[in-house]
């Protein structure tokens, strides 16, 4: 019997988080250590584990019906997909992630009109030469794999690199000078699929139980007697 839904699931930081996240909606995922392709206890679902990073392509070319990912990545890759559900949580903690343009403590920089002519190493190539442009700043941006906060201000002037609590920016001796954008866990589905009435179906109820399950986590339940 073939599953009604192909589902992507976010390989890497996100992946355990994800995992525990469907348990507590109600659905089991087991895998090995060395597999991509998770195994359900819905007959409905398959898939397998894949790269946030490039989830949004394969949902719009149609390789899965829906996925999670990050609203950052949706942008980056300029992906034509239906935003089902924001899901907040992540491998550190549930709240909102920020890109953000830091430099080190002394820099000169102190706004984007100070980044004419300099270089800027991030992972999110795109998003950042649109905020540049949009700023009418011409600057190098380069791809950055990894550590990024360690190549300033050696290797560049500045970065763009994702944050949740500033936490590593202040460890590497960096300030922030502006939010790019902000993102979270999102939700997505194929266009051709989320207009399919049995695949949209199965897609929302999966998106409700996987909020219910997030609101769960900020509830405190007591038991008083009377």
Known sequence: MTALLNFGLPKGSLE??????????????????????????????????????????YVEDGFFDCGLTGRDWVEENASDVEIVSDLIYSRAS????????AVPEQSEIHSVADLEGKSIATELVGVT?????????????????????????????????????????????????DVLLETNTVLIANKKSWGDAQKRSKIENISLMLQAALHADTKVGSKVKY
């Open 16 to 57: 355990d988080p994800t995992i525990k996240l469907f348990g507590r909606a109600g659905f089991s995922i087991s895998k090995s250590s060395r597999s991509y392709k998770p195994c359900w206890d819905d007959s409905d679902l398959d898939g397998r584990f894949v790269r946030a990073q490039e989830m949004s392509r």
């Open 94 to 101: 549930n709240r909102i992630s920020k890109w953000v343009l």
């Open 129 to 177: 030469q649109k905020y540049l442009s949009k700023h009418g700043v011409k600057a190098e941006v380069e791809f950055s794999w990894g550590a990024t906060e360690v190549k300033v201000p050696e290797l560049v002037d500045a970065i763009v690199d994702l944050t949740e609590t500033g936490g590593s920016l202040r460890a590497n001796k960096l300030r922030i000078v």
